[in-house]
């Protein structure tokens, strides 16, 4: 029974890499002609994505580092795992931003030419340091005695944590530093992020254990739990924050943003909010978490559809932000598909997904496969 | 001749007083010294080519009268012919707006370019310092040598003034017209060549530098104001002793018209302080 589920997820993923491996083709070979995003709406799905993975990977890095940092012996067990999860989303992320840029050959720019008054030049260089960082957890973690590697692990831990806020709360501030989008230009967006990494990669890391972790006895439950605990709090907390970004300005009534949450909450995508986020990002994971912390089938459901539908947060963040109008009348003045604040992804742009998404599968399975990802049942129980 | 002549005595002189090996040594001093004193203009000279000198010679601007303009959107295609851009890539489009409603409806518009601000939002956020102010005229510019394309400016500019260029091409791009360079950047990257810049890169108003001559003088105005029947277009050095020469239309003093008429800059509340003054 087993086998044939095992079966059937590969030929899933072999027909998810299919696709993806076309729509990489038609990057190489169109370009950016098949994608939707224009010059009204420069940044699409891709920057979604990347925003939406490198979450991913700071929010697991940060549960993990926390752990060896505070020495919660329990999430100790998820320790590798996290490092895992954290250094395979990151290399999503990164090969999501790759397809978006106009001229990928370029990319070494970032090193060689820095503008430091840009968040986007801090937030390269930072992410660097933390992808290094990572290499070096993960050498020590999988090839050092564990004696040894526990201590070095918490050093490094600790400059870890730092450099992971530093760096995703950078990935807020290239948002707000933005004055001209009056959407994005909050202080709370690097908060945001940060609160948003964690529930995202928190619920991530549940599900993987709900559903990978081999031992199925009392110490997967404990752990399950935790964890359950944890991403039913970072949601909670994560929708407080939101409720405060989204009343205030709506409440007042005149800040120029509004028109940007208009567009979120009542806009053409609407149900994006309320169906994806609201609803199946938030409040089925809220009942599922809370009615069944240590049922790892329910809160492992609960943990992936919090993860998956966070989806609909990043996008929310990056699309509503450049449809509000910069300056009325400016889409009409040239009638050009490229020229209008209507965006929906191409195909292509889905299939380019689709190629980072099973790419992350295929380094997960390998990883699985060849490296002690999980804890024992006894370092659980510890 | 005669300073030649001049130099040949005083070598002569110097030759039977001091003999020749001191001449020499006196020579290699000289010219040390005539290199040290002019080493800070050829510094200057140096940092003028690289952009960073603090001296200004020009500071290129629009005076733009919306009284005089019909709304012909003529700047719009003379700056798309002058600078062969591709669709979706309009450096100067007409924004026009219908306000009120019947009966009491008004219509307005204005020409766009871009504003060559001041204090550009845009130039900060690129993360490989590919677009930039250029000390010496103002000029706001993207080096599509180095752009790599991640639109981060294209979101931080308040006025909606770049394009990506997504290598897209009229169908005359076929023809013969697609064999013509075109002139921006003084054809630098003229030719249109898939995956090769400028596609793949922002791209904006340049104020049409191409028609500088050596010195920074305009030999002709930019299109869009060189093509405006009705004169609304006044393009000039707002920093020139003159009090704002006006390149387009002689006779007319740019800063006169900002002290006689009403103008005024758009979303001055950002404190970009853009080049572009509208008058009212």
């Known amino acids: 029974m087993k086998s044939r589920y095992g079966l059937m997820g590969w030929v899933l993923w072999g ?18 002609h098949l994608a939707n995003y224009g010059s009204f709406i420069p940044w699409g799905l891709w920057v979604a994505a990347y925003i939406y993975f490198v979450g991913l990977s700071a929010g697991a890095f940060l549960l993990s ?9 329990a999430l100790e067990a998820i320790g590798r795992l996290a490092l895992v999860v954290a250094t395979i989303t990151l290399f999503m992320a990164l090969l999501s931003i790759w397809f978006d840029i106009g001229h990928m050959e370029r990319f070494w720019y970032v090193f060689t030419r820095p503008n430091f008054y840009s968040m986007m030049a801090w937030m390269i260089w930072m992410y660097t340091a933390y992808f290094l960082l990572l290499l070096a957890e993960l050498g020590i973690a999988f090839w050092v005695a564990p004696a040894k590697g526990e201590r070095w692990l918490r050093v490094l831990g600790v400059l870890g944590v730092p450099l992971a806020i530093a760096f995703h709360g950078g990935v807020g501030a290239l948002f707000a530093v933005v004055g001209a989008r009056s959407y994005w230009h909050s202080a709370l967006f690097p908060i945001l992020f940060l609160t948003g990494a964690l529930t995202s990669g928190t619920a991530f890391l549940l599900a ?8 199925c006895g009392e110490g997967r439950r404990q752990l399950v739990r935790l964890l359950s605990q944890i991403t039913l709090g970072m949601i909670l907390l994560d929708l407080l924050l939101e409720w405060s970004e989204i009343s205030v300005p709506l409440w007042g009534n005149v800040a120029p943003h509004v028109e940007g949450l208009h567009i979120m909450l009542f806009g053409p995508f609407w149900w ?30 609960g943990g992936a559809l919090a993860a998956i539908f966070f989806m609909t947060v990043r996008l929310n963040i990056v699309i509503p932000g450049q449809v509000a109008s910069i300056l ?17 992804p191409s195909a292509h742009e889905w299939l380019v997904l689709a190629f980072v998404v099973a790419v992350g599968i295929l380094m997960f399975a390998v990883a699985k496969r060849r490296l002690a990802l999980f804890g024992s049942a006894s370092e659980v129980k510890r | 001749m005669e300073k030649l002549e001049r130099q040949e005595t005083l070598e002569n002189v110097i030759d039977r007083q001091l003999g020749k090996r001191s001449f020499l040594k006196l020579a290699g001093l000289g010219i040390f010294t005539a290199a040290v004193a002019s080493l800070p203009s050829i510094l200057s000279e140096a940092s003028e080519e690289t952009g960073t000198n603090t001296k200004r010679k020009f500071r290129y601007g629009m005076v733009i009268d919306l009284k005089r303009c019909v709304n012909c959107k003529a700047c719009t295609v003379a700056c798309k012919l002058e600078n062969k851009t591709p669709p979706g ?12 409603e019947f009966p009491y409806v008004q219509r307005r518009w204005f020409p766009k370019p871009c504003f060559h601000c001041d204090n550009p939002p845009c130039t900060k956020v690129c993360p490989v310092t590919a677009t930039y102010k250029r000390e010496k005229d103002g000029i706001v510019i993207v080096d599509y040598d180095a752009c790599i394309g991640c639109r981060y400016c294209i979101t931080a500019c308040p006025y909606g003034a770049r394009y990506f260029d997504f290598g897209e091409n009229y169908p005359a791009q076929q023809t013969e017209y697609g064999r013509v360079p075109s002139p921006e950047f003084h054809g630098a990257h003229g030719l249109r060549r898939e995956g090769k810049s400028p596609v793949g890169n922002v791209r904006k108003c340049t104020f049409c530098l191409h028609l500088q001559d050596e010195n920074g003088n305009y030999t002709r105005p930019p299109a869009c104001s060189e093509t405006c029947m009705s004169k609304a277009i006044h393009f000039g050095d707002l920093a020139s002793q003159a009090g704002g020469l006006c390149v387009t239309h002689e006779g007319c003093n740019l800063k006169q018209l900002l002290v006689e008429r009403k103008w005024i800059r758009l979303k001055e509340e950002l404190g970009t302080e853009p080049m572009v003054y509208y008058l009212l």
Do not use: C, M
Request: net charge positive; no cysteine.
């Open chain 2, 89 to 100: 890539v309009v450096y100067n489009p007409v924004i026009e707006e219908e306000i009120g």
């Open chain 1, 208 to 215: 993987v254990v709900a559903r990978f972790w081999p031992d």
């Open chain 1, 15 to 32: 027909a998810l890499l299919t696709l993806g491996l076309v729509g990489v083709w038609q990057r190489f070979t169109y370009g950016h």
């Open chain 1, 328 to 344: 009325p009348g400016l889409e009409g003045a040239i009638q050009h598909p490229r020229l209008t604040t209507f965006y929906v």
């Open chain 1, 65 to 73: 580092s926390l752990a060896y940092i505070f020495k919660v012996k």
């Open chain 1, 272 to 301: 994006v909010f309320w169906i994806g986020h609201l609803l199946l990002g938030s409040l089925v994971p809220i009942y599922l978490l809370a009615r069944h912390p240590d049922n790892p089938k329910w809160a492992g459901l």
